[in-house]
C-alpha cells in the first residue's frame, strides 16, 4: 500500500509540474511575442523619426538649398583667400629673404635700396608679428566693423580678411624654404653669371615650390576651417546656413552633423590630393 501511495504521489507531482511548466512556457510565448512587437514597434518607430528629421531640415522650405548656397559661399572664399595669401606670402618671403641674403653686402655700400629694403623688412616683420599674433576673428571683426565699416560686400570683406591672415602664415612657409636652400646654390648661380633675382627664378624657386608645396596646401586645409567663423560678419557659409536651420526647425542634430560631413569630406579630398602629391614629389627625387 506504501508503494502504490508514494508512486501516486510521484505522478500526482509530475502531472502538477507538468501544468504548470506549460502555463509558464505559454506565458513566455505571450511575453517574447509581446516584446517581439513592441521592438517591431520601436524600431520602425525610429526609421519615421530619421525620415520625418531629414524632412524636416533639409526637404521642406527646400532647405537643403541653404546648405549648398552656404558651400559655394565657403569654397570662393577659400579659393580666392588662397590666392590672396600666396601673392601676399610671395611678396613678403620675398622681401625678408633679400633682406636677410644681401643685407652685409648692402650695409657696406650705404646704398638708398639697404634704407629702402630695410622699412620694407621692417613692415614685413611688424605686419607678420600682428596677423601672427591675434586671432583671426578678431581680424575678421576689425577688417569688417572698422576699416571697411561703409562696404556692404560680405563676401569680399571675408576674402580679404582670410587672405590676409593666410598671408602672414604662406610668408613663413615659403621664407623657411628659400632658408633652407643651401648657399652652394647662390653661388653655384653667381658662378653662371646670373644676378640674385636670376639665381632665385632659375634655381632656387624651383627646389622651394617642391619642398614647400605639401605645407603650402595643408595651410590651405587650414584656411577652409577657419572660414567657418566668417558668419560673424554676416556672411552666410556652410557653418551659418547649417545655423540657420537649426534655427529654424529647434533641431540641432541632423543640420550640424550634416555640415561637419561636409567640412570632413573635403578635407578628406584634399588630404588625398596631398598625399598623392608628396608620393610624386618623393618619387621625383630618385
Known amino acids: 500500500m506504501k508503494k502504490k501511495k508514494i508512486v501516486s504521489l510521484i505522478l500526482v507531482a509530475v502531472v502538477m509540474l507538468s501544468v504548470a511548466m506549460f502555463f509558464c512556457l505559454s506565458a513566455g510565448a505571450e511575453t517574447a511575442a509581446a516584446a517581439s512587437d513592441g521592438a517591431a514597434v520601436s524600431e520602425s518607430s525610429w526609421f519615421d523619426d530619421i525620415a520625418a528629421q531629414f524632412k524636416l531640415n533639409f526637404i521642406e522650405k527646400d532647405r537643403w538649398k541653404s546648405l549648398l548656397g552656404g558651400l559655394g559661399n565657403t569654397l570662393k572664399i577659400t579659393l ?16 625678408r629673404t633679400t633682406y636677410d641674403n644681401n643685407k652685409e653686402n648692402m650695409k657696406h655700400s650705404k646704398s638708398i635700396g639697404y634704407y629702402v629694403l630695410g622699412f620694407f623688412n621692417a613692415i614685413s616683420k611688424i605686419y607678420l608679428t600682428v596677423i601672427r599674433g591675434t586671432p583671426v576673428v578678431v581680424q575678421l571683426l576689425i577688417i569688417y566693423f572698422i576699416i571697411f565699416a561703409s562696404s556692404t560686400n560680405d563676401i569680399l570683406i571675408a576674402t580679404l580678411a582670410f587672405g590676409i591672415n593666410s598671408g602672414a602664415y604662406v610668408a613663413e612657409i615659403l621664407r623657411g624654404g628659400i632658408m633652407a636652400i643651401d648657399k652652394g646654390q647662390f653661388e653655384a648661380g653667381r658662378s653662371l653669371g646670373f644676378n640674385y633675382v636670376q639665381t632665385m627664378y632659375y634655381i632656387v624657386i624651383p627646389q ?22 566668417a558668419g560673424y560678419v554676416g556672411v552666410v557659409d556652410l557653418t551659418r546656413a547649417g545655423n540657420a536651420i537649426r534655427g529654424a526647425t529647434f533641431s540641432a542634430f541632423m543640420p550640424l552633423i550634416a555640415v561637419a560631413l561636409i567640412y570632413l569630406a573635403i578635407v578628406l579630398i584634399l588630404t588625398k590630393l596631398v598625399g598623392i602629391i608628396e608620393r610624386r614629389l618623393r618619387k621625383s627625387e630618385r
Open 80 to 95: 580666392f583667400a588662397a590666392v590672396l595669401g600666396v601673392a601676399i606670402g610671395i611678396i613678403i618671403a620675398a622681401i
Open 208 to 229: 622651394v615650390l617642391k619642398n614647400v608645396l605639401p605645407a603650402l596646401l595643408n595651410e590651405f586645409i587650414a584656411l577652409l576651417k577657419e572660414t567657418s567663423v
